[in-house]
């Protein structure tokens, strides 16, 4: 990298406030040097935003649902600013184009009810049937035997499901890393999960080459990813998101210190007018690692 990171305390996991605390997970090719001027600021880079899409949640949101490409690019325009990337209204010359993905997390529980879970109720029904079979015909061992062993079966399939709805949630999230770094003995783990495991808001930008978008049909190179999320209980998404933003934005471009918490406390933004909003407006696939380039 041409430049340091800004400076940041790795994930806190006993900080105060929880629900004001913003993730933030940001990672840059290699090859991607951003010239400095003497100040230290950065030199001007162009881009153009495209939409990716608002995925929505497992349920109506009224501060999130409501929001619209223009109204979440006029934030997110504010926060690359902030970094000297500049909108651009040349596609001959424009450095980046920027996909813009927003949405909520879907847990296990939206998918399948704990109260409602196969196993549950055939454990329920395995309790109903009487528990002394001492000299009990085959039959009446086998009533018994039965739902047991399908209850068994049903939870090892219900647990399967819900680690793949964890495991893309951390994906889009920007958890991947950190879990698979960290020790499952490690306490950290656990609050990990925890994060995971809630309904969470989130943006993620991932910015590609434009030129070679623009020119060539072969899937263009990630330049740079930022995902930043904060959990939906308790937060107002229209609110928090202008704040979550401007913390996001210290690592536009860079490499985070794995994955970060800041509190939204120490963010302030105003927003103001955007003038250039970008090209395009299509809804693409989900913002995992798997992501394309339009």
Known sequence: MGCSAPTA??????????SEITAVYSRASKDYVRDQNPDGSFEPETYVLKNGGNFGGPRYDPTQDKLSFEDVSRVIAKALAAQNYVPSEDPATTDLVILVYWGATIVPDDVNPVNQRTS???MEQADRTPGNLAGANPVDIAAKERPLTQAADSAHSEASI????????????????????????????????????????????????????????RQPKLIWETRFSIPERHNDFEKAFPMMAAIAARYFGQDSPGLIHHNLGEAHVEVGELKVLGVGSEKNEPPDKGSKAP
């Open 9 to 18: 305390t790795r994930t806190s996991f006993s900080a105060p406030g929880g």
């Open 120 to 122: 549950g109720a055939l």
């Open 162 to 217: 819900d680690a793949l709805v964890n495991a893309r949630s951390a994906n889009i999230l920007g958890y991947t890393a950190e879990i698979l770094g960290t020790s499952q003995r490690d306490p950290k783990m656990n609050t990990l999960r925890d994060e995971v495991e809630q309904n969470r808001y989130y943006v993620v930008l991932l910015a590609y080459d434009y030129q070679v978008a623009r020119e060539s049909r």
